[in-house]
Each structure stands twice: as structure tokens, then as C-alpha cells.
């Protein structure tokens, strides 16, 4: 298993000076992934100076862990249209499934790439679709090849064209140290600059559209919480209390922010009503309370408390203030999130001292370790629940790595420069589609 | 004034409480018997003369009577804990006395922390070991009106190394002199 995968990898190097600065590992593998073989895209007259959509689609199938796809030197015929599948040529290879596609430049300038998937074995086209936008959007097509694909062949939604953000740290412990927020494709490509600062910033989290951001900024001197436009940049101040001000959580609608103010002496939850910026208190304990995120149905959140002596994991029913304790294995459970099914939560759990990534099967009350460095910190769901992104350590430097929910797949995500923390995996995103 | 009684009388015991169990210096204040409220009684440190202890260093901090040396202004704290450590607590009571003395002035009191744990349950520990000295400055008589409290929690490490040695220079708390 683990050889095949990184037969695949070893292939796609050359043509993928991005990919081949990500290390993948898999601990057990999943037991049968599908073999697909994403065959280079033909190419079409005028289009120059893009990449091959393939090795983007191979790769983002591949980091699932779900799929192995096949080296291209040894496909025996490079079809890029329907009527030039021979599906002997896969057979003899052992391949499930084909991708093949084509890049072409229309006449206003567009570039539109088209795929079509086959089942081998049943000798049948399960799909094509074409997308068309600006050349520049070249990747963003590419990961909706894979997005559509994955679908088709798990039922899952795919989540390769979604983002994330994440903060980058340079120079930590230096009067030269700079904070900035970065957004990047899923697969770290493309990354650029939010927000630059001399000043901490943290806690950065994704409205349910993927349009607006709200982070904890330091740049006044004391934590405030700021929301930000991203297409445009515009910023708002939404809290600037004395005391903390932390931990902003979109609700799914979108309308409500929960947050942490410790303007009354310690810190607790509140809501703010993003409309009429209204707050309400949630939380009166002498405690710490805070991290608090919320479950998929926007009744209630899931928030971090000490208020037992030691940090743990509690639910609290917002329409009747109900509240009740979800974790008790260990003496370090904080930053929960739930799973879309909302039967499970991942958390940070320290065990024998440790920090951990683990997750929490709640009706069974069992904790499962997904990692096993050190220094495991903000894990952030995919949008399809299928992966989670968190920060660890490498070498004394902080980087981010994937890991599937089940724990069988991991891969780091590479960065060349400072220490990179929080991440913050994006909703599903909706783009245009030819 | 009932109110008042009450809270001096717990602000005291408080004071009695974080005292109880440290070294000489500790002794020696208890006895001078720091009964901080309204009346904001004059609280002179053992030895110095209140001129003495409002001398200033070139950026504006106390400087220490008996050494000549500025006021340490960093005070450590054990891991997941936000209690002052017992060594703290002289130094403090001279920045207290000065404070008292020169009522103008205003300190902002930064909390942090090592890496270890998430960041934001970091930021509220931050904030617990910062409030522990905003505490007992106010229970050596300093008006609360002249503290400012400020977490960073684990965003500003002193070293950015990942050893017990780093991450016990990093639970801190830092008295900011403005």
C-alpha cells in the first residue's frame, strides 16, 4: 500500500514542483483504494504556459488516501478523447478507472478544461463535465475535475476546491517579529496575505458563505475581534471590550458570532447578533470559557471550561441554557468541534502529557488519538468531514498536516519560511462553472 | 461602610493568604499590615524612604533603593498554574509602594504563557496570571484605576524554543510601566 502510493508520488515529482514539496504518509492505508489513472490532458492550439490539469487532479485524489492513481509512464496508450479509449490497455494494468480531458483557449481569451471518467471494468462513461473561466483560474478548474470525480466514486462531496487560512510567524521572540494571515488553495498552492502585522493575530475563522473572515487581532495594543470582507478587505472592529476579546465562531446561518469577552472579570461566552450587533451573555461561571464553536444544527455550542478544575469540553443548549459535560477521559480536552454528523467532535486531549489530536464518538463516550506527535494543536474540519488540518511541530518549527478522520492518512502541508499555525479549513465554496 | 469593612477584611485576608508561607521580606510586610481601601493608607517597604522609592530609570521605571538596579519587572509562573510564586511577591510589594507614591503613573500588567495547550484556553490563563498580579498590587493599596491588564497567551514567547528551559521563561507575567 504504502509502497504504491509512493510509486505514484515518486511519478508525478517532475511534472509538480508544488506537490513534491508535500510529504505524504499513510499509517494503515485504507484497505483497498480505488485505482484510477488521470492521464495527461490534451492540450489544445493557443494554450500555452498553464499547467497540465492532470497532475492537479491526480494529486488532490491521491492526498485523500481513497485513491491510487497510476504513474504516467506506465499508461500504455494517453487517450485525451473518448473515442480513443481502449479500455484493454487499463485492464491489463489493474486500473478501475480512467480520467482523460482536454485544456482548449476560446476565441474570447477563456481557457475550458473537459473531462470524462470511465469504468473500466464495466467499459462505461460515468461522467464528463467542461468548465470554462479565465486562465488564471487553471487550478481552480483542475479541482473541480477532482471534486466532481470524487463524488461520482465515494458519494461524498469532494473538497478540493475549497481554502484554507492559516497565521505565519517570523521571527518569534525578536523585536523584528511579524505576524500574517495567509489564504491558500487546499493543497497550500496559491497562498496570499489577509492581513499583515507586527502585532498577534489568531482565532481566524470562516463565515458559512466563505465570504467574510473574523479574527482576534492584537494590533491595538489588546485583543479585539475583527471582521473582514475578503474580496474587499474592509474591516470591522465588532468587539474592543476591556479584557479579552477572542475565540469568534460563525453560527451556521451566518447571522450570529459566538465570542469570548472577559469584561465581566473572567472570561464567558456571548453571542452577538452580526445585524444588530446585540450581545448575550451564555456562560456565568467563575471559570475559564471560552473556544466555543457551534453544533451543525446552530441550537447550541460546544465550548472549553475549567470550571470542574480542569479544562473540558461542555455543550450548552442555547434556547434553554442547559448545560452538560461532553468529555471526561483525561485532564486536558479543549477546542471542540463537531463533525458535520454531529455524533463525533475532534478536540486537542493531552495524554500522558502529550497534545494530541483525538476524536470523540459521543454516543459510545470513546476517545480515539488521530495523531501521534507532540504539540497537536486547532483542528479544523473539512467541509465534507472526511479530513481534518492542524498545527504541529517539525524540527522546532511550526507547520500544518492533514489527517483523515479515521486516522489512516496524513500529509504535511509544506511551507518554507516561519511558523505556521491555526488552521482554518474553508466551507464549501461556490465558484463558476462553465 | 459595611461594605466597605467587608471588603477591606477579605482584601486583607487575601493578602494574609498570598504572604502566608514566603521568605523574611514577606514577614516583614505582614507586620507593617498593608490595609489597603478608601483611606489608600501610606505603606512605606522596610528601610526605604518613600523619595527613595520613586527614583526612576532613563525609560521611566522603578529602580530598586537597596541595589541601585531597576525593579525586576518579570515574574514567572508553574506550568497550568496562575498563583504568584513566592519570590514574587517582594519585588512586587516595592512596585506597589511605588506606584502608591507616584499615582500618575499606570502600569499595564501582560500576561502569557508557554506553548503547550490551545491558544485560546491560553489566552484566558494569560489573563488569570496577569489578574493574579493586577490582585495583589490592588491588595498592597494600588488603585485598580491605575492597572491594565493584558493577555497574550502563548503569542509572545521570551524564547521561542520548545524545551522545559524555553517554556519556563515564557509563563510570565510583565509589568509594562506607561
Redesign the interface.
Known amino acids: 500500500m504504502k509502497n504504491r502510493l509512493l510509486a505514484a508520488f515518486a511519478a508525478l515529482w517532475i511534472s509538480l514542483p508544488l506537490a513534491a514539496q508535500i510529504t505524504i504518509e499513510v499509517d494503515r492505508g485504507y484497505d483497498n483504494p480505488k485505482k484510477i489513472a488521470v492521464v495527461p490532458f490534451g492540450v489544445g492550439p493557443n494554450v500555452a504556459g498553464v499547467e497540465n490539469p492532470s497532475g492537479i487532479v491526480s494529486f488532490d485524489l491521491a492526498r485523500s488516501g481513497q485513491f491510487a492513481p497510476t504513474p504516467t509512464e506506465n499508461m500504455l496508450s494517453l487517450p485525451t478523447r473518448p473515442a480513443e479509449m481502449l479500455f484493454r490497455d487499463w485492464r491489463v494494468l489493474g486500473v478501475e478507472y480512467v480520467v482523460i480531458g482536454r485544456t482548449e483557449m476560446d476565441a474570447t481569451g477563456n481557457l475550458s478544461v473537459s473531462y470524462y471518467l470511465f469504468d473500466v471494468l464495466k467499459e462505461q462513461q460515468l461522467s464528463n463535465e467542461k468548465f470554462t473561466a479565465p486562465p488564471t483560474s487553471l487550478r481552480d478548474m483542475a479541482h473541480l475535475v477532482s471534486d466532481a470525480v470524487y463524488e461520482k466514486l465515494t458519494g461524498i462531496q469532494g473538497a478540493f476546491s475549497t481554502r484554507i487560512m492559516y497565521v505565519l510567524a517570523r521571527d518569534l521572540g525578536t523585536p523584528a517579529v511579524k505576524f500574517k494571515l495567509e489564504m491558500a488553495d487546499a493543497d497550500g498552492a496559491r497562498p496570499r496575505t489577509l492581513l499583515e502585522s507586527r502585532e498577534p493575530i489568531l482565532s481566524a475563522t470562516w463565515s458559512p458563505d466563505g465570504k467574510r473572515i473574523a479574527y482576534v487581532s492584537f494590533e491595538r495594543q489588546k485583543p479585539s475581534i475583527i471582521l473582514q470582507e475578503i474580496a474587499t478587505g474592509t474591516r470591522t472592529v465588532l468587539t474592543d471590550f476591556p479584557g479579552l476579546n477572542s475565540a469568534p465562531a460563525f453560527s451556521p446561518d451566518g447571522k450570529t458570532l459566538a465570542l469570548v469577552l472577559s469584561r465581566d472579570g473572567d472570561p464567558e461566552i456571548y453571542t452577538m447578533n452580526l445585524a444588530t450587533r446585540e450581545l448575550r451573555r451564555i456562560t456565568r461561571q467563575r471559570a475559564i470559557d471560552t473556544e466555543p464553536s457551534w453544533t451543525p444544527d446552530g441550537k447550541s455550542l460546544i465550548f472549553t471550561s475549567d470550571r470542574g478544575g480542569k479544562p473540558q469540553i461542555y455543550q450548552v443548549e442555547l434556547a434553554t441554557g442547559l448545560t452538560q459535560r461532553l468529555t471526561f477521559e483525561g485532564d486536558y480536552n479543549a477546542r471542540g468541534r463537531m463533525l458535520p454528523d454531529g455524533k463525533h467532535l475532534v478536540c486537542v486531549h493531552r495524554r500522558n502529557g502529550v497534545f494530541h489530536i483525538a476524536l470523540m464518538d459521543l454516543g459510545r463516550q470513546r476517545m480515539t488519538a488521530l495523531t501521534s506527535t507532540s504539540l497537536d494543536e486547532s483542528p479544523s474540519i473539512a467541509p465534507n468531514g472526511t479530513m481534518l488540518i492542524y498545527a504541529t511541530q517539525d524540527r522546532g518549527r511550526g507547520i500544518l498536516a492533514v489527517v483523515s478522520i479515521d486516522g489512516t492518512v496524513k500529509y504535511r502541508l509544506p511551507s518554507s519560511v516561519g511558523d505556521v499555525r491555526e488552521p482554518a479549513w474553508s466551507p464549501f465554496l461556490n465558484r463558476t462553472r462553465g | 461602610m459595611q461594605r466597605n469593612w467587608l471588603r477591606n477584611l477579605s482584601v486583607v485576608a487575601f493578602a494574609a493568604l498570598v504572604l502566608a508561607g514566603c521568605s523574611s521580606t514577606g514577614k516583614k510586610a505582614a507586620q507593617t499590615g498593608p490595609l489597603p481601601g478608601d483611606e489608600q493608607p501610606e505603606v512605606t517597604a522596610p528601610g526605604q524612604s518613600d523619595s527613595e522609592i520613586s527614583r526612576v530609570d532613563a525609560e521611566g521605571n522603578p529602580i530598586n533603593p537597596q541595589t541601585g538596579m531597576p525593579l525586576s519587572r518579570v515574574f514567572y509562573f508553574d506550568y497550568d498554574k496562575a498563583m504568584l510564586q513566592p519570590d514574587s511577591l517582594a519585588v512586587l510589594e516595592l512596585h506597589a509602594v511605588f506606584l502608591k507614591n507616584n499615582s500618575d503613573r499606570r502600569v499595564v500588567i501582560d500576561g502569557f504563557t508557554d ?7 491560553n ?3 494569560g ?2 496570571r496577569a489578574e493574579s498580579v493586577a490582585t495583589f498590587l490592588v491588595s498592597q493599596g494600588v488603585r485598580r484605576s491605575q492597572i ?6 502563548e ?8 524545551s522545559e528551559a524555553a517554556w519556563a521563561k515564557n509563563r510570565r507575567a510583565e509589568l509594562v510601566y506607561r
Open positions: 506553548e503547550r495547550g490551545t491558544r485560546e484556553y489566552l484566558a490563563l489573563e488569570r491594565d491588564v493584558v493577555s497574550y497567551g503569542e509572545r514567547p521570551a524564547d521561542p524554543g520548545h
